[in-house]
Each structure stands twice: as C-alpha cells, then as structure tokens.
C-alpha cells in the first residue's frame, strides 16, 4: 500500500512540476489557468507570436542558462485543496537551482530538487523527489530531460529514457506569469497532455534588523 500511494504521488508531483494536475477534475485544470494568485501582478500581455523576432527558434546546443535567469524568485499554484511552491536560485557556476513543495490540507505531500546545468551541447533538467524527512523516492539516477527546442519565450525538454513526464514546455507569458504544458505516457501507453499556469510570487517578508527598530542606546 504505501509503494503504491508513493507511486501515485509521484505522478502527481511529476504532474505539478511540469504543468500536469492528472488527478484533478477537468474544470479544477481549467479553472487554475484563469485565477488569480494572492501577491501576484496582473497579466498585462500574452506570448509573442511564433513568427515576430523574438520568437525565432534558437539551435538548443547554444543555448546558456542565462536563457532562463527569468525563473528566479518564487513561483505558486492552486489546484483544488493542493498548493505547490516553487522558488529558483539565480544561475551561477554553471547550475540553476530550484526546490518545490507540493501541500494538501496542511499536509506535506512531497518536496522536490532539481537543477538545470549548463553541458557543451545545452541544457540539461534534472528532478528528484524526497519526502519531507529527505528521504529519496527515486533509488537509482535522478530522472533527466534535455532541452530541444527553444526561443525567446518557449523552452522545451524532452525525456529519451521514460514518459513520466515524455516532454516539457515552458512558455513565458511575461515577466510574472508562465505556462507549463506536458505530456505524460503512462506505462500502459495512455497519453496526457494538460496545461497549467503558474504566477510569480512577491520575495518572502524578511525580519527587520534590529538596527533598524531598535531603540537609540543610552550614553
């Protein structure tokens, strides 16, 4: 039973990760593309079309982690009684460094890291999930998907190995607001493809210093 509720959750986070609410009901998919995120900025334009300028496809062997140093900051979104977090380190030596949280009703369904690193012929996605004692689900290689196609605004990543998920594509609507569309094949050969749109998050509330606040000493 609980190799089989992991797997389950798997899939599920697997789904949040890349735009893939699979256990949803369809109007709670629908429904989260449109809605609003509590501190997120309104959505003020859509993605340039496939043939203006800035969307010329780029050979994916160039491309440079700068590519997506838009990602940086926290990411949310809402399905239903679940919410998943994500936040993006700034790209630095080579590697951007992301974490996602997945929470139902309070409670903590999985906790995922995963890296884009910068190789000589691109960019390579890794993912891997831990519960939330840090204890690895995956006991062999963290689950790797390479990017094959990109332009200004559209990023897509392929898996060679598996279908969980089989591809990948993040579509910058503009600076608070991206879409992620996947396609998932289970082991059965049934295939999904489900969109979700995830919204920036305002930087998370920092303590004042104490030097700030505090009170002029005494002489």
Do not use: C
């Not at 891997?128 to 840090?134: A, K, M, S, V, Y």
């Not at 790797?144 to 196609?149: A, P």
Request: aromatic share 8%; hydrophobic share 40%.
């Amino acid at each position: 039973m609980l190799a089989a509720r992991r797997a389950a959750v798997r899939i599920f986070a697997i789904a949040v990760l890349f735009g893939l609410p699979a256990l949803l009901p369809v109007n709670a998919q629908q429904s989260s593309s449109a809605a609003r995120r509590p501190g997120s900025k309104p959505v003020t334009g859509a993605a340039p079309d496939a043939t203006s300028p800035s969307a010329v496809p780029q050979d994916p062997s160039t491309a440079k982690l700068s590519n997506f140093a838009w990602l940086e900051g926290r990411w949310r979104g809402e399905w239903g009684p679940r919410t998943a977090e994500q936040t993006w380190m700034a790209p630095i030596a080579g590697t951007l460094v992301g974490t996602f949280r997945l929470v139902e009703m309070e409670k903590p369904l999985v906790i995922e890291l995963f890296t884009l690193v910068q190789r000589p012929d691109g960019i390579n996605f890794y993912f891997r999930h831990f519960t939330p004692e840090l204890v690895p689900w995956e006991k062999s290689e963290a689950t790797l998907l390479n990017l094959t196609s990109l332009d200004t605004n559209k990023f897509v990543f392929e898996n060679r190995v598996s279908g969980m998920p089989k591809s990948a594509t993040l579509t910058r609507i503009n600076a608070d607001t991206y879409i992620s569309r996947s396609e998932l094949i289970s082991e059965k050969g049934d295939p999904q493809t489900i969109e979700i749109t995830y919204h920036r998050q305002p930087p998370a509330a920092t303590a004042a210093s104490g030097g700030n606040g505090a009170r002029p000493k005494k002489p």
